[in-house]
């Protein structure tokens, strides 16, 4: 019986930085976490031991902060691109670079009217996705968002479904709906200013959610992909991924009290889980 390797990559994995810089009196930051993998001739390696063609992941993690230091960091998307080239031009035992990177979003503290030159918060755990797979003939950009927390006090209703003999849930005409929002979406092209796209992009993600008077978080869903690839025609396409967090109404009536939509029970686990994508080819 012959064994032949298969397809295979390897690289690093959750290397992190903050970078710090300033101008003109004030401080800037950006915070990214960071994965980086490897395609190519790595056969030798797995089959005999033999690691010539084996750049170090510890080299990997270096490169990162080398790069960092060397270069502005003017999104993640230009960043994830300048290690994928860095990576191609130096191995060329290397076919393929695939670099994703997640920001962490800070945010200046207001100081009065304006902001505060040196003084951040964080709310949430919403990140700034961005990724980019490269050989030396193509490369692909993507971008998005995970966990931006939103919720619709009403306008959603889930009624009309399928029924079957252990169907136990009853129709809601006047549910909240909430979600947190996971977009990932294509570009078309390598030259666009990603750090106008990328608000552009969440901005109509909230607007959607917010005005959609909601059948199912399906059909909110297919409106917010849609909104974006009509507004934005240099994305290619986009992946929704949508918790459906369930607040359950809860039963006063043991307490002698009506309970007319007013009093919930916020429930993490389980969940439903809607995903879909959307294209514009």
């Not at 009536?253 to 995903?275: R, V």
Request: include cysteine; hydrophobic fraction near 35%.
């Amino acid at each position: 019986m012959a064994i032949r390797l298969g397809a295979n990559n390897y690289g690093k994995q959750r290397v992190r930085l903050l970078k710090r810089s300033k101008r003109d009196g004030r401080y800037d930051i950006t915070e990214l976490t960071l994965g980086i993998r490897l395609e190519g001739d790595f056969e030798a390696a797995h089959t005999t031991g033999d690691n010539h063609n084996i750049l170090p992941t510890d080299t990997m993690k270096n490169t990162v902060c080398a790069l960092a230091r060397q270069y502005p960091i003017e999104s993640p998307e230009a960043f994830c691109l300048r290690l994928v080239e860095h990576f191609l031009s130096r191995n060329p035992q290397v076919s393929r670079v695939h670099v994703e990177a997640a920001e962490t979003l800070w945010a200046r503290l207001p100081a009065g009217a304006q902001f505060h030159p040196h003084s951040f918060t964080r709310s949430g755990e919403e990140k700034r996705t961005a990724s980019v797979r490269g050989s030396r003939n193509e490369k692909t950009i993507c971008a998005g968002i995970d966990g931006l927390v939103v919720l619709n006090a009403t306008n959603s209703v889930f009624e009309n479904f399928l029924r079957d003999e252990y169907t136990t849930l009853k129709e809601d005409r006047n549910r909240i709906l909430a979600t947190i929002i996971r977009a990932d979406w294509k570009y078309r092209d390598q030259r666009l200013e990603f750090n106008k796209v990328w608000p552009g992009v969440r901005q109509v993600l909230l607007e959607t959610f917010a005005a959609h008077d909601s059948q199912s978080l399906q059909q909110t869903l297919y409106a917010m992909g849609e909104a974006v690839l009509k507004q934005f025609h240099c994305i290619r396409g986009i992946s929704l991924s949508l918790p459906n967090k369930h607040y359950n109404l809860v039963d006063l009536s043991p307490l002698k009290l009506d309970n007319p939509g007013e009093i919930f029970l916020p429930t993490d686990e389980p969940h439903g889980l809607i995903e879909a994508t959307l294209s514009n080819d």
